[in-house]
């Protein structure tokens, strides 16, 4: 197991950099998409919802890689991989602190009523990173 560093839990946490996390589908070939990011005492998180491919994903193989990238400089960048834990718990509250960070809003604006959200926490077991250095 990894842990993030002080200075990969700041780019991750304070910065509205969005990320690429990669699951695997039922055939083993990668499935990458974009996500708002989130750390939860020392975990990388994201949110989804029920009925996407990322949690159906992660149900049958937890393994993730999530990868932010500074949009400003290509060089300062965090790669994370390791098990992902799905969770209901947490998960709408954690969609509007998104919403905040991203976009500003108090709410997240496009809420389905029959959706339920979930966080996806991802246990690093390698973290690398480039760029972060004071």
Same mark, same amino acid.
């Given at each position: 197991?990894?842990? @993030?560093?002080? *200075?990969?839990? *700041?780019? +991750? ?10 699951? +695997? %589908?039922? $055939? /083993? ?24 491919? !990322? =949690? ?5 193989? =937890? %393994?993730? &890689? @999530? +990868? #932010? #990238? $500074?949009?400003?400089?290509?060089? %300062?960048?965090?790669?994370?991989? /390791? &098990? ?5 718990? /947490?998960?709408?509250? *954690?969609?509007?602190? +998104? ?5 500003? !809003? $108090?709410?997240? =604006?496009?809420?389905? =009523? ?5 966080? #996806? ?10 760029? @972060? $250095? &004071?």
């Amino acid at each position: 197991m990894a842990e @993030l560093k002080e *200075q990969e839990r *700041q780019f +991750l946490d304070e910065n509205p950099f969005v990320g690429v996390v990669t699951t +695997l %589908r039922k $055939d /083993g070939s990668p499935h990458s998409t974009v996500v708002w990011v989130d750390v939860e005492d020392g975990k990388v998180s994201f949110n989804t919802a029920t009925g996407r491919a !990322k =949690p159906e994903h992660l149900e049958r193989d =937890p %393994r993730a &890689s @999530l +990868l #932010v #990238v $500074d949009p400003n400089d290509a060089y %300062r960048w965090v790669a994370i991989s /390791g &098990s992902a834990e799905v969770t209901e718990e /947490g998960a709408d509250a *954690q969609i509007d602190k +998104l919403a905040k960070k991203y976009i500003g !809003k $108090d709410e997240y =604006p496009w809420r389905k =009523p029959t959706e339920t959200r979930l966080k #996806v926490l991802i246990e690093p077991d390698k973290v690398d990173a480039s760029g @972060l $250095d &004071s």
